[in-house]
């Protein structure tokens, strides 16, 4: 098991298949000059493969979910998919994307065997979007996300981040959007993990603004910890149900306690937490020839080092040298 000294285990297990993306997300990458891993730095599919199956069949990983920068630009991602669908015991998994290609892509990746999906959209006018990913690519998400439960993948999740000034106002929208549509909404605080190191706290959406904005439509009901278990989200039932809204506060209700995740970089670096400013090598121990049982305890270790929390909330805190797209959100 991936078990740490304050007693949590991971089995969610996170995998970063790319630091690059064709969008621009301000939260998250500067416009420009953002510098890519070099391809021979990146896993290659078989050793992707070869970490799941350590993870799945050695460690207890149970659920596993592809991510990045954006994973569909990984050519083998398929592929990948249906390799990780054949281990014993067959993982759960999930994909977080922008959306973009998941009309091509979405009906291969569920006869691949994914699960679900989390799409991000922040926004439904499409002139935010382009301020807010400075690219026009609006109407693929929405293609995207209805190829995604036309095809069966279900849930569909859809991610907003809110950014004051610019789409802070669209929250009641989306959610009304979302219920009508059979999307599941989440609401991610803004972290500090964007490449330009320009996150402030007094400058972003609260967990508590986004609730108190959605309460003047809606009747928000908690569903309560047995249900959350360790999923970052806290749930509330919208207007009685059945359609439910999430709100993933992780900078001002932080969920670190029950966090179950462990992480792996598109560069096969084990990463404990987001916020971590350590990693962990896998991909030397892989290309030494090393066999399984050695990157097992390995990566045991590594988990064996998680701090108790991100520490956010410590005036010493230092953001992480990599940004989201690098560490895989
Ligand atoms: N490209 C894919 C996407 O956008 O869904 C997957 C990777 S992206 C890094 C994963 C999630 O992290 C997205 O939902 C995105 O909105 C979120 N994200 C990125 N930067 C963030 C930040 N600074 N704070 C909070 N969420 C962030
Ligand atoms: Fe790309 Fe996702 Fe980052 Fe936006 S949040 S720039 S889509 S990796």
Not at 39 to 45: I, R, W
Not at 55 to 82: C, D, K, N, Y
Not at 115 to 135: H, K
Not at 220 to 231: F, H, I, K, Q, S
Request: proline share 6%.
């Amino acid at each position: 098991m991936l078990i740490d000294t304050y007693g949590r285990v991971a089995t969610d297990l996170r995998v970063s298949l790319t630091d690059r993306c064709n969008l621009r997300c301000t939260y998250c990458m500067p416009e420009e000059g953002l510098q890519w891993l070099a391809k021979p730095d990146l896993l290659t599919d078989d050793e992707i493969v070869r970490l799941i199956r350590v993870a799945v069949t050695q460690l207890g990983v149970g659920e596993v979910r592809f991510t990045g920068g954006e994973p569909l630009l990984r050519p083998g991602l398929v592929s990948i998919v249906e390799r990780c669908a054949a281990l014993e015991p067959r993982p759960r998994m999930s994909l977080t994307t922008n959306g973009i290609g998941l009309q091509r892509t979405a009906r291969a990746l569920k006869d691949a065997g994914l699960d679900r999906v989390n799409v991000s959209l922040d926004t439904l006018r499409p002139e935010v979007f382009q301020t807010l990913t400075r690219r026009k690519r609006h109407q693929d998400v929405l293609d995207g996300l209805e190829a995604a439960r036309a095809a069966g993948l279900d849930p569909v999740k859809v991610n907003a981040v809110l950014m004051p000034g610019l789409n802070d106002d669209e929250a009641p929208d989306l959610l009304a959007w979302a219920v009508r549509n059979g999307y599941e909404l989440r609401f991610i605080e803004q972290m500090p993990l964007d490449a330009q190191h320009g996150w402030t706290r007094d400058g972003m959406v609260t967990a508590g603004d986004i609730l108190a904005t959605l309460r003047t439509r809606f009747d928000l009901t908690p569903e309560g910890d047995e249900v959350r278990g360790a999923a970052p989200a806290e749930r509330w039932l919208v207007d009685g149900g059945p359609a439910r809204v999430g709100v993933i506060a992780s900078v001002t209700r932080p969920f670190c306690r029950a966090c179950d995740r462990t992480r792996l970089t598109a560069d096969g670096q084990v990463r404990t937490c987001l916020f971590a400013r350590e990693e962990s090598d896998l991909r030397g121990a892989l290309r030494a020839g090393e066999p399984d049982e050695e990157i097992a305890r390995l990566w045991k270790l590594a988990m064996w080092g998680k701090k108790a929390g991100s520490g956010l909330d410590d005036p010493s805190f230092l953001q992480p040298d990599r940004p989201m797209s690098a560490i895989g959100g």
